[in-house]
């Protein structure tokens, strides 16, 4: 499990947001894949409030509650509207250019990442949003990722988080999926942002369907509940440590 945080020379991301947060726009910034064709964030909408949040995210927004960990906060876009909701939050980015951001904002950002350990806080709500199961990376990682989670969580609290089924990716038109069983689970993709030409190190980013989910939450001694689903294959889960 990779526990390191970017480095501020190859933070893509961090850097469109960093511009964004000064000027109020930034260049493109760039996602690229082994499976696709070069794709673009537009970077105001890491910057969305809570009104064009999609619904998924405002219920797991309204869902929160207690002292609550943003994993991957990037913006602070999250953390931001639960502060105006009232609620707690501390927000973790591997990106220290989102994290200077966030803390101009007025977030308690802390440049951490998930999988370090040193960071022992507990919280009764982890959220993960905008395809938050993207840093699980593989399904190898599953088992260390829940081991994580149930280190962060205080009794009885619960992880918010949500994904795509990229299912449709690879539906025949009778419903029928064309998937050879011998190639790798179909929602394991491979990024790597780009931003005024820096390219930052790739990643491997985790898109996964709900009954897979609920699968490796049940091997690793948690439950998995489906609390909405979106219009288009994707869904918000919660999970919780089984007593
Ligand atoms: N949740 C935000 C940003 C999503 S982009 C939103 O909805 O707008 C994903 C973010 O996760 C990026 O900012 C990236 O730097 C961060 N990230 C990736 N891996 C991480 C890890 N292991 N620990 C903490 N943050 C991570």
């Not at 979106?230 to 889960?237: F, I, P, Q, T, V």
């Amino acid at each position: 499990m990779d526990k390191s945080l970017l480095n501020a020379g190859a933070d893509p991301m961090g850097a469109a947001i960093y511009d964004y947060y000064l000027k109020g726009e930034a260049d493109t910034l760039i996602v690229h894949s082994s499976m696709f064709e070069d794709d673009e964030i537009p970077t105001e909408d890491l910057f969305r409030s809570f009104d064009d949040m999609p619904e998924l995210e405002k219920i797991a927004l309204e869902e929160a509650q207690g002292r609550i960990l943003d994993v991957g906060a990037g913006s602070g876009c999250h953390s931001i509207a639960l502060q105006t909701m009232g609620k707690e939050a501390v927000a973790i980015d591997i990106s220290p250019l989102s994290v200077e951001v966030m803390k101009r904002r007025g977030v308690d950002a802390r440049n951490v990442n998930l999988y370090d350990e040193s960071f022992t806080d507990k919280f009764d709500t982890i959220l993960m949003l905008m395809n938050g199961t993207g840093i699980i990376g593989t399904l190898e990682n599953m088992s260390a990722f829940f081991a994580r989670i149930r280190q962060l969580l205080s009794p009885g609290g619960s992880l918010l988080i949500d994904s795509s089924d990229l299912r449709y990716l690879f539906e025949e038109e009778d419903g029928s999926l064309m998937i050879d069983l011998a190639d790798d689970y179909y929602g394991l993709l491979d990024y790597q942002m780009e931003y005024k030409g820096v390219k930052g190190e790739p990643f491997d980013w985790l898109y996964v369907d709900f009954e897979t989910l609920a699968f490796y939450a049940e091997e690793n001694g948690f439950s998995a509940e489906l609390i909405a689903e979106g219009e288009h294959y994707d869904y918000l889960a919660k999970l919780y440590v089984n007593i």
